[in-house]
């Protein structure tokens, strides 16, 4: 059996996508990281980084493991099922790729794009200009990218889309303030955007987990 340790951000609702994607049995328990539980010691045991998602697989037997950091996840759960990402191969590598660049860029910099332009009280036009031109730059890649493609790793759908789309999607809502026209001008993205979002799955995986 499957235990998600999860929140309703980005980050969060990556897994609970794969999952229903997978159609895996699993359960959830809510990590309310507005109310500081991602700093409670038995959740520390399982992320020591103190970051959502975790999941905790236990076996017949009684017998569990833990992972932490969503890319993991998305990975190990990608490897168990032989879905949604390649064996071997140069196909393998591609959404490798697209998942790290989601990992080390387009995850990091929307969210300090809503940090500096959303969230904190105090406004800093150079961090927030900073921010809007690298979000826009990655999101033009994106575009870019997915003016060639179905997918963002080619025809496949696969984890990258996973990993890209609660960020993704993401912008047209909470950052739009910040990023004005810009997401309009990115037609392959926005064609993208409505191919993912259309997913019975993901729309599942996206309203998870409920919360009052």
Not at 3 to 28: A, Q, S, V
Not at 183 to 206: E, F, N, T, Y
Request: with cysteine.
């Amino acid at each position: 059996m499957l235990t998600l340790h999860t929140w309703t951000t980005p980050n969060g609702r990556k897994i609970p996508i794969m999952l229903e994607e997978l159609g895996l049995e699993y359960n959830i328990l809510t990590v309310d990281i507005s109310k500081g539980e991602q700093f409670k010691p038995e959740f520390l045991a399982l992320s020591p980084n103190n970051k959502i998602p975790a999941i905790v697989e236990t076996d017949n037997d009684g017998n569990s493991f833990s992972i932490f950091e969503s890319g993991a996840i998305l990975t190990y759960l990608a490897e168990k099922t032989g879905k949604l990402l390649p064996a071997a191969g140069p196909e393998r590598y591609k959404v490798l790729e697209w998942l790290h660049w989601q990992i080390g860029g387009l995850g990091p910099m929307l969210g300090q794009l809503g940090f500096f332009a959303i969230r904190s009280e105090q406004k800093s036009t150079l961090a927030i200009d900073h921010f809007v031109e690298e979000a826009d730059r990655l999101l033009g890649v994106m575009d870019k990218q997915l003016s060639k493609h179905s997918y963002i790793a080619g025809e496949a759908y696969s984890i990258a889309d996973i990993a890209c789309y609660p960020w993704a999607v993401g912008v047209l809502d909470k950052l739009k303030p910040a990023l004005g026209d810009r997401v309009a001008s990115k037609p392959h993205l926005l064609r993208w955007l409505d191919l993912i979002g259309a997913r019975p799955a993901v729309q599942r995986g996206m309203a998870l987990p409920k919360v009052d």
